[in-house]
């Protein structure tokens, strides 16, 4: 992966955005003790950067986001296995976008990316780190996990196309030598 320093400011600020959103404006719903669910838009820059940037950029941003988001504002021990979901959570899109669908970034293969990505990190992994570190059961977990994911992954791809739209728009007003 290439890195020149207008990417590191768009990781830098994607990995901002991330933690602030977050820990800052969501809410963390307790279920058992520990945060069952989290409602927020704190995973969207994660998979923007995987859908916009590429895979590793993407888990770059959702390792540095959840392990600085740590630093920054800790909620409880820190979990390794929570950065790693969180890696995922930009990986598997942006592997998907690049990789397996050939850099296709309509909005229903957006929306597939999305899916995937959410599914195996939100809807697998995290509920299972949960049930194995704390004893939480799958059947309180997964019912709020579901509703969730069932109105952030449109909300998501959305929002990811339209960004990446907006990009598109302005490079093409850039070259054509006009500005906003």
Known sequence: MKLSTKKIAYLSFLTALTIIL???????IPIAGVEG??????ALPIIFAGVAFGPVA???????GDLLGYFINPMG???????FTSFLTGFI??????YVLKR???LPIIFISVAVGQ????LILVPYFINTLFGVPFTVLMPPRLISQL???PLYAYFIKVLLNYDAVKVRKIKAGTSC
């Open 119 to 122: 599914l195996i990190s939100s």
């Open 104 to 106: 296709c970034r309509t």
């Open 58 to 64: 993407g888990g770059i941003v959702g390792a540095l």
């Open 151 to 153: 109105i952030n992954i």
């Open 37 to 42: 669910v989290r409602i927020g838009f704190g």
């Open 22 to 28: 977050t820990r800052v404006f969501s809410i963390r």
């Open 93 to 98: 899109p942006g592997f998907m976008v690049f």
């Open 77 to 83: 021990a820190y979990m390794p296995h929570f950065t």
